[in-house]
């Protein structure tokens, strides 16, 4: 299990406990190599923004 997830002997960890479970999780960030590995074009591609621009973004194209 540790294999899998990524840890190996000194690997920091975290430990929580919650009702009917113990739970040990990776402190480790994943390095740039591993997201980007883990990037899936379909899952997370596209830009979407819930708001139009605000700020520096709404006078963009030079007109505020």
Known sequence: MAK??????GSPVRVSVR??????ESETEPTLAQML?????KKHGGEAMA??????E???????
Do not use: M, Y
């Open 37 to 41: 590995e883990a990037f899936d074009p």
């Open 51 to 56: 708001c139009g621009p605000a700020g520096v």
């Open 4 to 9: 899998i997830a990524g840890v190996t002997e």
């Open 19 to 24: 009702p009917g479970r113990i739970v040990i």
């Open 58 to 64: 709404a006078f963009a194209d030079g007109n505020p």
